[in-house]
């Protein structure tokens, strides 16, 4: 066997026959961890590619950042199971364990959150941005916006080849984005934005730019805090998802960095992705009652109807979504603090669990609950409105797209995005003038 790059090539081919063309010799390359998988770029210089819409069955990359094993419903961040970090991690370590691939000491720690806390403010320009926006703009149509306009402060002597200045927009990027996110909501609902504070939490400061106002102090209640950068953590990364892939192709032409996460918010506001707890959240409303379930379950089945249960599913958990066993226990426990006992969504929510799991169009494809499932009935609890929840899940993937981002930068495989097509227009033909068509 030999290492291309931390990849291993194996002591095995896979041989391509071709009628009429001689048998192709394809190299089988293994990871640390996860299946075979066959090295087709030859087939380039054979005169081949492949199609594969979805890239369900191909790889765009190498990468150290994250691991699924959806049959097994295994999700690791460096390494580390995912629901071992919900439970003995906070988000800025797992912050720093994603973009540095190890988790901080103490005093590392302690000089992230010193760093990450003295650049939550941004350009007093910016916030004029806002006021450009209707008011009643989805906040995701604004976070594209403002987001993008990072890349407009942040430009001039940014050089993305210098780790340091990577680092740099690293922390930039997850000390802003709450901000903004924070901005976007209090400018939704006509009040004055609320400046980050540095003696809290990154999840504390959040909820006091959210929810405080001049008018009287707030105080962070420390149950909702923990649940928040819980659902931080659980929403941090999930190896070359449509929101990261976005990311990695708008990088991989060389564009400023701030625009990447900008490209990412956009494909993650889309219902099939981050989009799901919002439309969950509103599916469970439509729903209402339990007594309703069975003609949504119908709905879901139909082939005509492009209704899908949103929260359900998922391209590679096969199973249980680790993150939602995590997710539903802090739902239980954010209920719980609230006191609210008997919360009408929730009982829909455990119902059409149950259903759905034993209902057989349902275990044949596998479709099981997702992040998204329980997320959203948290959210809505904590007071955050549904509009808001995506933007939640953006705020909470930056740190991972921004390490993705980071890490192409370093790789040699790494080249300018751009997959093939088979062309199924027009045959080539010519223009005929005007007055003879
Ligand atoms: C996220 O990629 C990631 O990692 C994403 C994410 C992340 O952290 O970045 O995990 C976050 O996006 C989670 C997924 C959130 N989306 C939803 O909850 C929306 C509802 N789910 C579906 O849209 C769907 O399951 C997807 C988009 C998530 C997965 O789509 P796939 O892999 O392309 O699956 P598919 O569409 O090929 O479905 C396979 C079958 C189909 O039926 P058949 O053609 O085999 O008869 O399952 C059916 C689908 O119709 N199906 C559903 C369904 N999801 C799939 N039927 C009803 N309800 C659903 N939710």
Known sequence: ??????????????????????????????????????????????????????????????????????????????????????????????????????????REYDDFCFKVRHHTLIHEQIAS??????????????????????????????????????????????????TLAAMAYKYSIGHPFIYPRNDLSYAGNFLHMMFATPCENYEVNPVIERALDRIFTLHADHEQNASTSSVRLAGSSGANPYACIAAGIASLWGPAHGGANEACLRMLEQIGTVDRIPEFIKRAKDKDDPFRLSGFGHRVYKTYDPRALVMRETCHEVLQELKIKDHPILRVATELEQIALSDEYFVKRNLYPNVDFYSGIILKAIGIPVSMFTVIFALARTIGWISHWNEMQNMDESRIGRPRQIYIGSPERHVIAMDER
């Open 1 to 106: 066997m030999s290492d291309l790059h931390d990849i291993t090539v194996l002591d095995k081919v896979a041989t391509l026959s071709i009628p009429g063309h001689d048998p192709i010799q394809l190299p089988i390359l293994k990871g640390t961890i996860g299946p075979e998988c066959i090295d087709i770029r030859e087939l380039g210089k054979q005169g081949y590619f492949t199609y594969d819409p979805g890239f369900v069955s191909t790889a765009a990359c190498s990468s150290r950042i994250t691991f699924i094993d959806g049959k097994k419903g295994v999700l690791l961040y460096r390494g580390y199971p995912i629901a071992d970090l919900a439970r003995k991690a906070d988000y800025l370590q797992v912050c720093y364990l994603l973009f540095n691939g190890e988790m901080p000491s103490k």
């Open 129 to 178: 941005l806002f006021k450009a926006f209707r008011r009643d703009s989805h906040p995701m149509a604004v976070m594209c916006g403002v987001a993008g306009a990072l890349s407009a402060f942040y430009h001039g002597g940014l050089d993305i080849y210098d780790p340091e200045h990577r680092q740099a927009t690293a922390i930039r990027l997850i000390a802003k984005i709450p």
